[in-house]
Nanobody
Framework: QVQLVESGGGLVQAGGSLRLSCAAS????????????MGWFRQAPGKEREILAR????????SYGDSAKDRFTISRDNAGNTVYLQMNSLKLDDTAVYYC???????????????WGQGTQVTVSS
């Protein structure tokens, strides 16, 4: 099993920044953290879970959802088993629970990711 633990959420004013972290532990079927595609998702009340960003196992390829383009940056530290999401210029609409996830395919659908963290709340205030 792969365990994922997010941190770094909290309350921030509109226009501010936050950096989310997701620490991974465990392994399954011979795979370790550095073998997984990692994604950041979020889900606001009454809305579907949406992908914000994904990063390939080596960290040299990234992709962003429309909500994250030009404001969020995903990165990973394979030696430290951690993936990050730097969020800048936060807006009220960014308020949601943020999740990291691990998968073995380069896909955007949440169903493609087998392992999930418990989520961290981000609240943006005016």
């Amino acid at each position: 099993q792969v365990q994922l633990v997010e941190s770094g959420g909290g309350l921030v004013q509109a226009g501010g920044s936050l950096r989310l972290s997701c620490a991974a532990s465990g392994r399954t079927s011979g795979r370790t953290f550095s073998n997984y595609v990692m994604g950041w998702f979020r889900q606001a009340p009454g809305k579907e879970r949406e992908i914000l960003a994904r990063i390939n196992p080596s960290g040299d390829s990234t992709s962003y959802g429309d909500s994250a383009k030009d404001r969020f940056t995903i990165s990973r530290d394979n030696a430290g088993n951690t993936v990050y999401l730097q969020m800048n210029s936060l807006k009220l609409d960014d308020t949601a629970v943020y999740y990291c996830a691990a998968g073995t395919h380069w896909r955007i659908a949440p169903s493609a990711y087998a392992y999930w963290g418990q989520g961290t709340q981000v609240t943006v205030s005016s």
